[in-house]
């Protein structure tokens, strides 16, 4: 069996990092890139193996096209990571939005529950004639009041 020459190395290396398409993941970019590194390294120790062969001038010269590909891949992958932290930063703001929301909601609530409660309180005091509870339900329907604004 004979030795792969330059050109078989990279073409088959070639044929597997073929331009990207938006669909693709970081996973599969840094695969790609890292497949284009691994066969610039093969056709590096095959120039350093055999200075003497013909086709070293084009080994060098995919060599150096599969080092810039790796760094194109590395790149897009990079760039595909930092949009998906930033979408992901996006859903956590969106999400803390919603959730303050819902938390004043809560509050709103709470400030009306608690502005009904003394209000029971205070009818209840006035039903059975309790002076000395009704000033106190007063005072409470007052700071319910005051919670309930801020």
């Given at each position: 069996?004979?030795?792969?020459?330059a050109?078989?190395?990279?073409?088959?290396?070639?044929?597997?990092t073929?331009?990207?398409?938006?669909?693709d993941?970081?996973?599969?970019?840094?695969?790609?890139?890292?497949?284009?590194?691994?066969v610039s390294?093969?056709?590096f120790n095959?120039?350093?193996?055999?200075?003497?062969?013909?086709d070293?001038?084009?080994?060098?010269?995919?060599?150096?096209?599969l080092?810039k590909r790796a760094?194109?891949?590395?790149?897009?992958?990079?760039?595909?990571l930092g949009?998906?932290?930033?979408d992901?930063?996006a859903?956590?703001?969106?999400?803390?939005?919603?959730?303050?929301?819902f938390?004043?909601?809560?509050?709103?609530?709470?400030?009306?529950?608690?502005?009904?409660?003394?209000?029971?309180?205070?009818?209840a005091?006035?039903?059975?004639?309790?002076?000395?509870?009704?000033?106190?339900a007063?005072?409470?329907?007052?700071?319910?009041?005051?919670?309930a604004?801020?």
């Amino acid at each position: 069996m004979t030795a792969p020459t330059a050109a078989d190395i990279a073409a088959t290396t070639l044929a597997s990092t073929a331009a990207p398409t938006a669909d693709d993941t970081f996973d599969a970019l840094t695969q790609l890139a890292d497949a284009a590194g691994h066969v610039s390294t093969v056709l590096f120790n095959y120039r350093r193996d055999n200075p003497d062969a013909a086709d070293v001038a084009q080994a060098l010269n995919l060599e150096l096209a599969l080092d810039k590909r790796a760094i194109e891949l590395r790149t897009q992958a990079v760039t595909l990571l930092g949009s998906q932290a930033a979408d992901a930063v996006a859903q956590l703001k969106q999400a803390a939005g919603k959730i303050n929301g819902f938390l004043a909601d809560v509050k709103k609530i709470e400030g009306q529950l608690t502005v009904a409660s003394a209000v029971i309180g205070l009818a209840a005091a006035a039903l059975v004639g309790d002076t000395g509870g009704i000033f106190t339900a007063i005072g409470g329907v007052y700071t319910a009041l005051q919670s309930a604004k801020s």
